[in-house]
């Protein structure tokens, strides 16, 4: 099954509630608004997509948005697994909150927590929202959305000044 | 006349028996065993072992430099242990199980026996080994430590699993030669009617139980690594960690030497003489050789095999040795029976 | 968190106050240990098990402990520069790490590497599976009080180990693929030394068959412990030679062939046990195929000669490194590369390493550094096994399923 073949399959399922399928490099995407995506996520599992491979987010500090995208795929069904698709949903970037995705695919779990530490957005509904690989505190700052700046280092940095 | 006396003060019966043949003995031997452990382990995995502290010697010196180490480190007593327990039982722990050395005899001849009356020597041996398990008990819960908590509790699984086995096993001797005394037993067994040629079911079966209670490969439950640090030894440091760590050697070397005369004819082939020398000293390393060799066949269990789960173990010790134990007995008691003995 | 008394779980020390304790009520019955980050059966993270009596009931792994922002730094560099950067995630399996990134760079700039930089880059990725399997094989057995095993596991590897230094001139950290081809071409006696390490390994693997696959001690530890069914697989979203050993016939050299993956002869092994057992025997067939795979590309690379770099990335080298490159098979770079621009765009490129699948999503604005480079180890995929499989089993099957799984934190961390 080709990319093509799979946008045509989505269409048909998801029908309304896709709205935007595009064929990217190597995945196919598809954007939901945030109130549909529990649907669309079980109708896609009803085809076939099993697990979710990622989890991933993207800060748009310009369009002042962050966008979530569930990349996901198939172990069970032979012809699915040669695609990926990309469920992707809008977040506001000043209160992102969604629904989580843990009760659909429960592969999901640890990394809706990694993209909770890293960007600070909601899952509702997950069972257990904490940060996964960052600390409390460092989790506070966001790490991974554009505003957060990381600083060049100088190599004498923290190097006694009588050394330098 | 002058060389004869320092052999005759040197062949005291307690002195040898315990300073020399238990302490010194027991070092060695233990050490010898760490030694041949890292070394046949080495030479299975293709590497070549402890090498540059004395190539000579084969990297012998390696042990001496771990312990010199260990009794130079600093003992950090953590706030949180009983103290008193914490520092007193890893001692007792060692001096309890030397404690048995004093009731084997290894030499015919009741001059040399360390205490005067042997009849019950291989009861009194027995029940002395069962005792520093029990401490092991104890240091865990002195250590206050989860890890320690669960290593003791294994440990006191293990107790009851292999303790009847081993004593079993090896009072099945005292069952086909009617007597309790360990020289009448290696007497009985001269010159090549050993018990573990005769009786090789309860022979295997105190194998096991030997493996078993001093935690060697494949039965190294209690301080197993990789989920329970060192078990019940787990917050100590220095020397007396190294006691705790000898103490199992040393464990493994008594029991060792139990089974070299009961089951392995004791100073057979040879007939000790009335002196010193061929009467006391010459017979005790014809048994600690037996017992060494006993004891590197255990350490090389270590290249070859993993652990057990302590289910499995216990499994073991239950559903297998035990019955082996028993069939042992009933095998004595047969071969007492038809006067093979 | 609330704070009731002072103590540690094996007794309370009433009016005791230890400096720098941290004390939380649990429930009675269960005995909470934490094992990690400091522990000989834990490696750089922390599981926090729940056990009652020696059953696990509860089992929560808390990674992170080496967590260095590989996603992060990969935004604020240029588009070269976090390759060195993404490998040092699995040091062990350092091309198969970072081959999926220079795939999707290569997706968004439509660029496509010569036949030979292909095979090259293929034949790397298998010495590199083999070094990675050998890798796991040793902590496992070491998991296992094994230590024959973790002795020779780490010894053979070493032979791959040395194979990879002659190819790319690294042990570890390769740095080998670049945008449309890779950085060094093969030595001329590589494929003796490459035939020779592969009847070396055949060789060995039937020892290992001997004093591990089948000792009854392992086989007993194994047999049954971690039993992952087919859906359980599936709905947990694990990887590689773990849910392969499930039943579930997943591997991404299969479904989504890249490089020259759909032009060798390989098999991918598939097992319908999904214990622990069935997980070792996938990496030994693996390692089977590797060897296999291995033989073919040095075949066929001694067969065809050719570039290691597209074209017309060869016409724009000045005439010295062209030089360098006629004499010795060595790539120098231009400057221009390292501030390269890439077509804006979104990629998603997936890889099979040692380990499993790893997956990059790039996305690039058109400038000289990623917008966003999102990456998902397969150790990441499966830290999900020890909430979900470890409870129910004995505190000792722990490290039997952690090491079954050959999971590896640094890798889970990024």
């Not at chain 3, 490194?321 to 060595?330: A, D, I, P, Q, S």
């Not at chain 3, 917008?371 to 995929?381: F, G, L, W």
Request: charged share 20%; hydrophobic share 45%.
């Amino acid at each position: 099954m080709n990319l093509e073949e799979v946008v045509e399959l989505i269409r048909g399922a998801l029908g309304d509630l896709a709205k935007e399928i595009t064929v990217r490099k190597g995945y196919v995407e598809v954007v939901v608004n945030p109130g549909d995506v529990v649907t669309a996520a079980t109708k896609l599992k009803e085809l076939g997509f099993d697990h979710v491979k990622s989890v991933t987010a993207v800060d748009y500090p310009k369009e002042s948005r962050i966008r979530v995208t569930y990349h996901v795929s198939s172990y069970l069904r032979d012809d699915l697994a040669r695609v990926i698709v990309g469920l992707s949903v809008d977040l506001s970037r000043e209160n992102p909150v969604m629904d989580s995705l843990v009760g659909v695919w429960r592969s999901s779990e640890f990394q809706e927590r990694e993209v909770y530490e890293f960007f600070g957005v909601v899952f509702k509904g997950h069972p257990d929202l904490r940060p996964l690989l960052l600390i409390p505190e460092l989790a506070e700052k966001r790490v991974l959305r554009k505003d957060f700046i990381v600083r060049e280092e100088s190599i004498y940095e923290g190097v006694p000044h009588r050394y330098q | 006349m002058v060389l004869e006396t320092i052999l005759y003060l040197i062949a005291y019966p307690p002195l040898w028996q315990v300073l020399v043949v238990g302490f010194v003995g027991g070092l060695l031997l233990a050490m010898v065993a760490i030694w041949f452990e890292r070394k046949a382990a080495a030479r299975v995995q293709r590497r070549i072992g402890p090498y540059w502290a004395s190539p000579r010697l084969g990297g012998f010196m390696n042990i001496v430099a771990d312990m010199v180490r260990y009794v130079t480190q600093q003992v950090i007593i953590p706030t949180t242990v009983d103290k008193v327990a914490f520092i007193v039982t890893p001692v007792a722990m060692l001096v309890i199980t030397i404690l048995p050395v004093a009731f084997i005899p290894l030499s015919p001849h009741n001059l040399y026996w360390p205490v005067a009356s042997m009849d019950y020597s291989l009861l009194v041996a027995l029940a002395l080994t069962t005792l520093p398990p029990l401490l092991a008990v104890v240091l865990g819960w002195a250590s206050n430590n989860k890890f320690s908590i669960i290593g003791s509790l294994r440990e006191s699984y293990v107790i009851t699993a292999y303790e009847l086995v081993a004593v079993l096993a090896i009072l099945s001797a005292a069952a086909s030669t009617l007597s309790f005394n360990v020289v009448h037993i290696v007497e009985a067994q001269q010159p090549l009617k050993w018990l573990a040629l005769l009786n090789p079911i309860a022979f295997l079966a105190a194998f096991l139980a030997v493996l078993m209670s001093t935690s060697a490969f494949p039965f190294e439950i209690p301080e197993s690594e990789h989920e329970v640090v060192a078990g019940p030894y787990t917050e100590y440091s220095g020397v007396l960690y190294a006691l705790n760590m000898g103490g199992g050697y040393i464990r493994r070397f008594v029991y060792s030497l139990l089974i070299a005369l009961v089951f392995l004819g004791g100073w057979a082939p040879l007939t000790p003489g009335l002196d010193p020398l061929t009467g006391l000293i010459i017979p005790s390393l014809v048994v600690l050789a037996k017992a060494a060799i006993l004891m590197l066949v255990m350490s090389f269990l270590r290249a070859v095999y993993g652990r057990y789960r302590l289910d499995q173990a216990l499994d073991a010790a239950w559903r297998l040795a035990l019955p082996l134990a028993l069939i042992g007995l009933g095998w004595s008691i047969m071969l007492a029976y038809v006067n093979l003995i | 968190m609330k704070e009731s008394h002072t103590g540690t779980s094996s007794g309370v020390l009433e009016g005791r106050r230890v400096e720098g304790m941290v004390v939380r009520r649990i429930e009675r019955e269960l005995y909470e240990v934490f094992i990690g980050p400091q522990h000989p059966g834990s490696g750089h993270m922390r599981i926090i098990v729940r056990l009652d009596g020696d059953i696990i009931v509860e089992a929560d792994p808390d990674i992170g402990y080496v967590h260095r922002t590989m996603e992060k730094l990969s935004e604020v560099r240029e588009w070269l520069k976090p390759i060195p950067l993404l490998e040092r995630m699995t040091i062990i399996d350092a091309c198969n790490v970072t081959l999926p990134y220079v795939n999707a760079l290569e997706k968004l700039m439509d660029k496509k590497p010569p036949p030979r930089a292909s095979y090259l880059r293929v034949l790397l990725c298998e010495i590199n599976r083999v070094a990675s399997h050998l890798y796991g094989f040793g902590i496992f057995g070491v998991f296992l009080g094994h230590s024959t095993m973790y002795m020779w596991a780490f010894g053979d590897r070493e032979v791959f180990v040395e194979l990879a230094e002659i190819l790319t001139g690294a042990r570890l950290t390769h740095t080998y693929h670049i945008p449309g081809g890779v950085r060094r071409d093969m030595p001329q006696d590589f494929p003796q030394m490459a035939r020779r390490a592969v009847r070396y390994m055949r060789r060995r693997l039937e020892e290992y068959r001997k004093i591990f696959l089948e000792n009854p001690v392992i086989v007993k530890r194994l047999e049954g412990v971690g039993v992952i069914s087919r859906n359980l697989a599936a709905d947990l979203g694990i990887v590689g030679p773990n849910v392969r050993a499930s039943g579930i016939r997943y591997d991404v050299r299969l479904v989504e062939p890249y490089e020259v993956y759909d032009e060798l002869e390989f098999e991918v092994p598939v097992f319908e046990e999904g214990d622990a057992l069935a997980r070792t025997w996938v990496r030994v067939e693996e390692i089977k195929q590797s060897l296999n795979i291995i033989e073919q590309a040095v075949d066929w690379l001694e067969r065809h000669k050719g570039e290691v770099i597209p074209k017309e990335d060869y016409e724009r080298l000045p005439k010295l490194h062209k030089e360098v490159y006629e004499k010795t098979g060595r790539v120098k770079l231009l400057p221009a590369h390292a501030t390269m621009k890439v077509p804006a765009g979104k990629a998603v490129a997936r890889g099979e390493m040692g380990r499993g699948e790893i997956i990059y999503y790039v996305e690039s604005d058109g400038g000289t550094t990623p917008y966003r480079v999102r990456v998902v180890t397969p150790s990441a995929r499966n830290a999900i096994v020890f909430k979900y499989v470890v409870p129910g089993h004995r505190l000792m099957d722990l490290p039997a399923i952690y090491g079954s799984i050959d999971y590896f934190p640094p890798e889970a961390d990024r």
